[in-house]
Every structure is written in structure tokens, then in C-alpha cells.
């Protein structure tokens, strides 16, 4: 009979532990759509930007380190 209530007990313990976790992970998953939204907000803003800056949406063909882009600016 001992054996049974220390089980018991165990399972309890086990059982608020578990509601404990998921909980947290509740909270996790609420803190991760409020990130996602802000991440999603700021990038609608940068791409508004982005259009406002350059209206035809044409960023161009940019590259790094291009040799004669820097003679013709002059930097080389």
C-alpha cells in the first residue's frame, strides 16, 4: 500500500510539471507570432521604402568590387 501512495504522489508531481511545461511553451509560441508579426510589419516597411526610393522597382545589377565601375567613378 505504501508503494501505491508514493506513486501516486509521484504522478501528481509529474502531472503539475508537465502542465507547468506546456504553459511555457504556450507562452513561446504566443512570443513567437508577436516576433513574427513585427519581423513581417518591418519588412512591408522596408519594402515600402525600398519603392519610394526606386519606383520602378529596378534596384539595378550592382556588384562588389567591380574594377571598371570604380575607374569610371574615378575612385580607382
Same mark, same amino acid.
Given at each position: ?15 503539475? +510539471?508537465?502542465? $507547468?511545461?506546456?504553459? *511555457?511553451?504556450?507562452?513561446?509560441? @504566443? ?7 513585427? /519581423? +513581417?510589419?518591418? $519588412?512591408?516597411?522596408? *519594402?515600402?521604402?525600398?519603392?519610394? @526610393? ?7 545589377? /550592382? ?6 565601375? *570604380? ?6
Amino acid at each position: 500500500m505504501r508503494l501505491q501512495h508514493l506513486i501516486g504522489f509521484y504522478q501528481t508531481l509529474w502531472m503539475f +510539471e508537465s502542465h $507547468a511545461q506546456q504553459r *511555457l511553451s504556450w507562452e513561446d509560441a @504566443a512570443e513567437a507570432r508577436l516576433a513574427r508579426e513585427r /519581423a +513581417e510589419r518591418r $519588412a512591408e516597411e522596408q *519594402l515600402r521604402a525600398m519603392l519610394v @526610393a526606386n519606383p520602378s522597382g529596378q534596384l539595378g545589377h /550592382a556588384k562588389l568590387n567591380d574594377i571598371d565601375s *570604380l575607374r569610371r567613378s574615378g575612385l580607382l
